[in-house]
């Protein structure tokens, strides 16, 4: 059965920490790996992943994948209390569409 | 726990038909579902907000008589695509909340691939 795996389901830390959030995966036809960040609405796109080792970047936001072992970790330096969501994990497969993580819960502190 | 799926998984359609598309929370009892678009490398857009036993709220810019949603239990959430163009070709995805959560606490279906040809 495909699943995808996130670790911690919920994290508090403080402002100017940096964290890192984990993703796990098994799931046959890999096609890609993405992050999401959601506050209120809807997930906000942050991170495709298809390719092993090359790390991806945006500001203060790195991701890589890792898929030998099968899994990415996404990387938050320097916190902002506007870091606050919950990150997803979602595995696209071909021909199965997305599989979803359950999410980690950030919260950063002032 | 907290397993949603969608059925169909993938469909083709012809242009000027409508499509169905099913949601479903398999062990839990959703009182609120979300209907999501998602193009590749992009946001989920999110389309409505269904509630259990009542009417869509449908997002600004969403046609509520082309994008027709019903919530008829507590376990399935329908979307019909009405009259379709290829423009509507896109992955849909649903998700599902139960009562008493926040809103970001959301359980993702594995998305629904829609193309019109």
């Given at each position: 059965e495909d699943k995808v795996v996130q670790s911690p389901l919920s994290l508090v830390v403080h402002e100017g920490d940096t964290v890192t959030l984990n993703c796990s995966y098994e799931v046959t036809n890999f096609r890609s790996l993405l992050w999401y960040k959601q506050e209120k609405k809807a997930p906000t796109f942050l991170f495709m992943l298809t390719s092993s080792g090359i790390e991806k970047k945006s500001g203060r936001l790195s991701s890589i994948l890792d898929k030998k072992e099968l899994f990415s970790i996404l990387n938050i330096t320097?916190?902002?209390?506007?870091?606050?969501a919950v990150y997803l994990c979602a595995v696209e497969a071909y021909g199965q569409n997305f599989v979803f993580g359950p999410g980690t819960r950030l919260s950063v502190l002032p | 726990g907290a397993v949603v799926s969608q059925h169909p998984s993938w469909v083709i359609c012809k242009s000027g038909t409508s499509v169905k598309i099913e949601c479903r929370s398999l062990d839990f009892q959703a009182t609120t579902m979300f209907w999501y678009r998602q193009f590749p490398k992009q946001s989920l857009m999110l389309m409505a907000t269904s509630n259990e036993g009542s009417k869509a709220t449908y997002e600004q810019g969403v046609e509520k008589d082309k994008f027709l949603i019903n919530h008829?239990?507590?376990t399935l959430s329908t979307l019909t695509v009405t009259s379709?163009?290829?423009?509507?070709?896109s992955f849909y995805i649903c998700s599902a909340r139960t009562s008493?959560?926040?809103?970001?606490e959301q359980y993702f279906g594995p998305g629904t691939r829609l193309t019109v040809t």
């Amino acid at each position: 059965e495909d699943k995808v795996v996130q670790s911690p389901l919920s994290l508090v830390v403080h402002e100017g920490d940096t964290v890192t959030l984990n993703c796990s995966y098994e799931v046959t036809n890999f096609r890609s790996l993405l992050w999401y960040k959601q506050e209120k609405k809807a997930p906000t796109f942050l991170f495709m992943l298809t390719s092993s080792g090359i790390e991806k970047k945006s500001g203060r936001l790195s991701s890589i994948l890792d898929k030998k072992e099968l899994f990415s970790i996404l990387n938050i330096t320097a916190t902002q209390t506007g870091d606050s969501a919950v990150y997803l994990c979602a595995v696209e497969a071909y021909g199965q569409n997305f599989v979803f993580g359950p999410g980690t819960r950030l919260s950063v502190l002032p | 726990g907290a397993v949603v799926s969608q059925h169909p998984s993938w469909v083709i359609c012809k242009s000027g038909t409508s499509v169905k598309i099913e949601c479903r929370s398999l062990d839990f009892q959703a009182t609120t579902m979300f209907w999501y678009r998602q193009f590749p490398k992009q946001s989920l857009m999110l389309m409505a907000t269904s509630n259990e036993g009542s009417k869509a709220t449908y997002e600004q810019g969403v046609e509520k008589d082309k994008f027709l949603i019903n919530h008829a239990s507590l376990t399935l959430s329908t979307l019909t695509v009405t009259s379709a163009h290829p423009e509507d070709s896109s992955f849909y995805i649903c998700s599902a909340r139960t009562s008493g959560t926040n809103s970001y606490e959301q359980y993702f279906g594995p998305g629904t691939r829609l193309t019109v040809t």
